[in-house]
């Protein structure tokens, strides 16, 4: 009990519900006397907040992005091209599935197209701190950067890129994650102060169920893939990662429930010992397809709430596409996938400070679920990778990954 209170979803939690509770009890037009006085400490709290957070973008991007590239293309092989091919294609597909399913969907949930974000709050002074360059282009030069330290076998430059890499996890877990909980609450205090959001509270309960759904049916379609493409059962995989599944329900971390994948792996007569070895620790760092299942709906309800309209078609394939791309550079904290693709939700989707927040949330709050799939997902991955093996004559040999 005591550290699911010290966890990230906990103190997400706590300030979500503190910032609501104010925001409603001391709304707009509110004329207690310190009414001004907290909007504008909260207005003025939540844009330098939003300034950091923006600022750290372009640098998650580059830190994350240009080393995987860097440390997959070190170790190229026939069986690791297959091994990202199939971890991207899953992800992609499973974006694609929940792209459809959000089109079909949150038209007819009870959502009110007049829901905008409202009202800004008040802010006393600005602090700007301005990207060190554009989104997009930081995508370009990580991608571009990555590839060219392959090409050219730039050791010291791949070297550099994973130190940078180390700093921007830094970064990202003793800054972004410490203030994320103060600069939730000052989003949900302005959505609730304003009224715009708290009308909306019961279709986040239920979006979230669609999602977890949305989990099962991926994991059902990719095992049943498996067992047709490799002959073997994966029923007979998927039965011995309960612990596993459990197991991240309780970390969010794919990496922190790695040991109890490998055993439940290593249980499962269908798996050979080498692709386990060998596919189970590369796709807990690269296959997220519950947590980009998860974001895509997520962003499309969101949009819906506070800006009234979806994304467009063409808008949300590019950023299902690109998301994948983001995917396997997110880094191995609560919400990495969310992290790593701001730049993908402030760039293609235009969220404001307000969509992003609440995002962060929501995401954030059921992160373990999306975890849980992520690594029951890579058993199906695993099976396949046994049954690329077997077709393609690959004997059983030593194989290994450095994480």
Partial sequence: ????????????????????????????????????????????????????????VPLIIIGFIAPSITKLGSNATRLLAVAIIIAYVSSILAALMSMG???????HLNISTAAAEGAGLPVKFQLDIPQIMPVMSALVLSVLLGLAAVWTRARAIAAALQEFQKIVLDIVSKVIIPILPFFIGTTFYQLAWNGSITQQLPIFGLVILIVMA??????????????????????????????????????????????????????SKNLRSDMVNFGVPLF?????????????????????????????????????????????GAPGVPGGTVMASLGLITGILLFDAAGTGLMLAVFALQDSFGTACNVTGDGALTLMLTGYADKHGIGVQDLSVDL
């Fill in 284 to 328: 807990a760092n690269i296959h997220l397809c519950g947590s980009v299942l998860t974001e895509v709906f997520f962003v499309m309800t969101i949009s819906k709430v506070l800006y009234g309209h979806l994304p467009s078609v063409g808008t949300m394939v590019l950023f299902c596409l690109l998301l994948g791309i983001f995917a396997i």
């Fill in 214 to 267: 949305g989990h099962y049916l991926w994991l059902a379609l990719l095992y049943g893939v498996a067992t047709v493409y490799s002959g073997k059962s994966g029923l007979e995989v998927v039965r011995h990662y309960g612990p596993a599944y459990l197991t991240a329900v309780g970390t969010m971390s794919s990496a922190a429930t790695l040991a109890v994948a490998l055993r439940c792996a290593h249980q």
């Fill in 101 to 107: 399913a959000g089109y079909a969907i949150i038209p």
């Fill in 1 to 56: 009990m005591k550290s699911f209170l010290k966890s990230l979803p906990a103190r997400l939690l706590l300030a979500i519900l503190v910032g609501m509770a104010l925001g409603m009890l001391i709304p707009q037009d509110s004329a207690l006397p310190f009414a001004g006085a907290l909007a504008n400490i909260a207005g003025t709290a939540k844009y330098v907040l939003g300034q950091l957070i923006n600022f750290c």
